[in-house]
């Protein structure tokens, strides 16, 4: 039961350009999602979240979109650069009782290749 | 300073032995979480703990596997009798405050895992 999908193994990008990594998922109690970056060999490092009470966050060369009636998250890198080479994945979190945000459910990750 | 690390960083072990796998915070960090992450997924939420309090356990398999954080600080994971279908990266990551809406995920920092491969 993959309650959070990224359905593109891996996206390949020419330096400069626009790279969109797309995520969507089926949990109508998810209200908070986040988007890890991960280099080979290194634990994945946190790059950028949204609240479900927005449709947008930024954050320099990184944007996040939300669009709850289709359960479908996004984050745009631009422009793109070769050291963004990197495994890409999208969480989410909900809240229930107060307890359970600790509980991040993440998807299967994409490969993000930036040529110069 | 010192990131969240973790011990072994590769444990290889025969089916049936027990197993024990350490995760040290970053220090002052209150929450703690451990994650399996199988080849080619990403990490599979197993359980967290604030201070030394367990909060959530749902995501541990079953019974064999376990984990504790008796001082709020260093947190081992332990797996017993060992299957081969344990095999896989099981990380730890930490934050420093506890989880609330809209804070805590942007502070999760990870460790760089351990290999785990159950012969």
């Known amino acids: 039961d993959q309650q959070v999908k990224q359905n593109s193994p891996s996206l390949s990008v020419q330096e400069g350009r626009i790279s969109i990594l797309n995520c969507d998922y089926t949990n109508s109690m998810f209200d908070y999602f986040l988007w890890y970056k991960k280099y080979p060999a290194e634990g994945p490092t946190f790059l950028i979240s949204i609240s479900s009470i927005k449709d947008k966050n930024e954050d320099g060369r990184f944007t996040v979109f939300l669009n709850k009636s289709a359960k479908h998250l996004s984050l745009h890198i631009v422009p793109s650069q070769p050291g963004d080479s990197a495994v890409y994945f999208c969480a989410a979190s909900a809240h229930a009782g107060g307890t359970s945000y600790g509980k991040l459910t993440f998807g299967q990750g994409t490969i993000l290749t930036v040529h110069p | 300073g010192a990131g969240v690390s973790q011990s072994p960083r590769y444990k290889v072990t025969k089916r049936g032995q027990d197993v024990a796998l350490r995760c040290d915070p970053i220090?002052?960090?209150?929450?703690l979480y451990w994650y399996r992450q199988a080849l080619g997924q990403g990490p599979e939420f197993l359980t967290y703990f604030n201070y030394e309090a367990q909060q959530d356990k749902s995501g541990l398999p079953n019974d064999r596997f376990s984990a504790e954080r008796p001082e709020g600080s260093i947190s081992t994971l332990t797996i017993q009798r060992t299957e081969q279908r344990d095999s896989a990266m099981y990380r730890c990551?930490?934050?420093?405050?506890?989880?609330?809406?809209?804070?805590?995920?942007?502070?999760?920092?990870f460790g760089p895992g351990t290999r785990l491969t159950v012969l």
């Open positions: 990551a930490s934050s420093l405050a506890t989880p609330i809406y809209g804070r805590a995920h942007n502070e999760q920092f």
């Open positions: 220090s002052g960090h209150v929450s």
